[in-house]
């Protein structure tokens, strides 16, 4: 996992030392666009982004997925099930609902296949997102694994850990 993090580093480090060497000899920071030929202003600053959110109502799910399982929340009101789960009914306006897992079993509704990536997962190959109808009807987003995903592929869901950064999370698999 630390291999693809080394050549991610590597390709800015290459990048950053030929905009010095254009700033040097021209004064600006300004280069041809590979693609247009046009110049463009290149502004390099280094970030590392932190970012965090609350988990306290939801920390079951976390622990679900320790265990290897899908966990929603279910109202046990009105009988709506919530994935991603949530804490509160907003139809019944009552919280606590109760933690159901969900089953492993889907089919394919609709999917897209991701090759112009946000920046933050630019160091994943292609991959393919999809909605997935569960066997209790309810719909989840997720990554879908396998070749020739189409709508209407049965897939399994599983709990696993997503490289480089090795968090756990799910996939859907095609059967
Ligand atoms: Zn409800």
Redesign the pocket.
Known sequence: MSETRDKIQKEISAYVKNLDNVIKSTGLPVVNDQKTGNPIWVGVREITLRYQFPVKKVSKFFEGLKEGKLLATK?Q????IYFPPQDD?P??R?SNLEWIEMPKEGEVIAFTVVNVKPTSFSHYSDYVVGIVRISNGVNVLGWIKGNNVKVGSKVKLEVVRREPEGYLTYVFNVV
């Open positions: 109202c009101k009105c009988g709506t009914c139809k019944c009552v």
